[in-house]
């Protein structure tokens, strides 16, 4: 079946510093989604990539998708406290089902 | 609209109870899934459904699970005899038009059981 693994599982930053996430697959994707999930709440979509090698960016937050189109990133730039909760990949494979497969997601905590 | 709305929000149950978890899509989706997460599996998705028809249910756990959609804007989840180990957040998600379009959660349901 689908593998997805996302790193690191766990991230602390001091506000203002850096933030990536990385999502890899074990195989070619059709897609991949991002979702951000507050603590105490529900996932939230962020952006979908289609293209390979394509970035997306919104305000401090670059996503990107591989050129093999098996990998992703979401960086975050100067994080701040709003920043904080988990970040999923959801990845679709290519030529198969269409059901999403959610990566473990990786918990960012900012420290003020 | 006022998103995919999901009731119980808190569910406590003793062990060998039947549980009924409710959730209403966004008017106008097409496709309905139902998510569980824990701290161990992650985000498991349990079921989804198309039109009201379920499509995939190889993500139900046992057959203490089921899942029905009467209707496009109504779903359960019922678990019967529910587990101490099926204690999890349960989500439901809507998406409109394609399955790999984006999904709109609900408030999600915590279950424990006792």
């Known amino acids: 079946g689908q593998q997805v693994m996302q790193i690191p599982q766990y991230q602390h930053v001091q506000e203002g510093e850096d933030f990536t996430t990385y999502c890899n697959s074990s195989t070619t994707l059709s897609n991949i989604q991002w979702y951000k999930q507050r603590p105490g709440g529900h996932p939230v979509f962020l952006i979908q990539l289609v293209k390979s090698g394509e970035v997306k960016k919104q305000k401090r937050l670059t996503f990107q998708f591989g050129e093999a189109k098996k990998n992703s990133s979401l960086h975050i730039t100067a994080t701040q406290t709003t920043d904080v909760g988990t970040y999923f990949c959801a990845v679709f494979a290519s030529g198969g089902s269409y059901i999403p497969t959610f990566g473990r997601g990786t918990s960012l905590i900012v420290h003020p | 609209d006022a998103g995919v709305i999901q009731s119980p929000r808190h569910e406590v149950t003793e062990m060998g109870q039947e549980v009924t978890l409710r959730c209403k899509p966004i008017s106008g989706h097409d496709y309905l899934f139902w998510y569980r997460q824990t701290m161990m599996r992650g985000l498991e998705l349990l079921i989804y459904?198309?039109?009201?028809?379920?499509?995939?249910d190889s993500g139900m756990p046992e057959d203490r699970f089921s899942a029905k959609m009467p209707n496009a804007s109504f779903s359960t989840l019922k678990i019967q005899p529910s587990e101490p180990r099926d204690s999890a957040v349960y989500f439901c998600?809507?998406?409109?038009?394609?399955?790999?379009?984006?999904?709109?959660f609900g408030p999600g349901t915590r279950l424990t059981v006792l």
């Open positions: 459904f198309n039109n009201n028809v379920p499509i995939d």
């Open positions: 998600a809507s998406s409109p038009r394609t399955v790999n379009n984006e999904q709109f």
